[in-house]
């Protein structure tokens, strides 16, 4: 058997090691969709009303491998939404003393 298809027989090994490592890592797994967002949103509001730098610099800033599939800026309200990966998060800035926070 080993002879006859030693490639399946590697591909094999390694979707268990792979499904090992998943298993092990599933915490981590599950929680980083909400990175994606949350890190958007967070960086890019203190980016922009705390260090007060332009729209453009803050938006590459703010740049990741994993395109946001939605982005606000509210300026009036100075409160940014990011949504990537299915999920959503707001980052609303409070005051000077205070800078951005997660909603």
């Not at 915490?27 to 980083?32: E, G, K, R, T, V």
Request: aromatic residues 10%; hydrophobic residues 40%.
């Amino acid at each position: 058997m080993i002879r006859r298809h030693p490639l399946r027989l590697a591909l094999a090994l390694i979707a268990m090691v792979l499904a090992t490592l998943a298993w092990h890592n599933r915490a981590h797994l599950q929680a980083f969709p909400d990175i994606i967002g949350a890190y958007s949103a967070k960086e890019y509001c203190s980016c922009r009303y705390v260090m007060d730098n332009p729209a453009p610099y803050c938006a590459g800033y703010v740049k990741q491998w994993l395109p946001l599939t939605r982005f606000l800026d509210d300026t009036t309200n100075k409160r940014v939404t990011a949504e990537g990966l299915g999920r959503s998060h707001s980052a609303r800035w409070l005051d000077v003393r205070q800078g951005c926070q997660l909603e």
